[in-house]
């Protein structure tokens, strides 16, 4: 069975690991910085928050989500609680780890106010789509962002 906690420095290493393999494209040391500025506004209460799913001493997962009070595509309030980025290791997938973590974001979401939840994921991620869409999640649009310097 899985424990759903709220991260802090006690589970710094392990809250690392789990974001270089969602997101492999950033380093050690920027995960590292990350993980210090949320600890900080977390104990500083400034919307932001990381849940870990533990099996006994093993994180297996983890939620990061912030509350968003500037225009969230697709949604009609604000604030608005965002999903971040979630991830569970490969060998919890499949026992409704994603669901209890997406659980306690939604009900740290509402105790800061909010009434929505939102997220995204890459246009051609058809696997997040679908994982959205088994949590509960409905499609609002898609976009392409564009920039150009000047």
């Not at 990350?34 to 900080?40: A, E, L, S, Y």
């Not at 009609?76 to 499949?94: C, D, K, M, Q």
């Amino acid at each position: 069975m899985f424990e759903i906690v709220t991260a802090g420095a006690a589970h710094r290493h392990a809250w690392a690991s789990l974001r270089a393999a969602l997101w492999p494209e950033g380093t050690r040391e920027e995960h590292d910085a990350d993980i210090g500025d949320f600890i900080v506004e977390m104990a500083e209460g400034r919307g932001q928050t990381c849940f870990l799913a533990m099996r006994g001493d093993e994180a297996v997962g983890f939620a990061e989500a912030a509350i968003r009070h500037d225009y969230v595509n697709g949604c009609e309030t604000s604030p608005v609680a965002f999903l971040e980025g979630i991830y569970v290791a490969p060998s919890s997938r499949r026992a409704g780890v994603a669901g209890q973590l997406l659980a306690a974001v939604e009900a740290w979401g509402r105790s800061g106010g909010c009434s929505e939840l939102g997220s995204d994921a890459e246009l051609t991620n058809a696997q997040s789509h679908a994982f959205h869409r088994g949590l509960g999640f409905e499609e609002t649009e898609r976009v392409v962002y564009f920039r150009k310097e000047i």
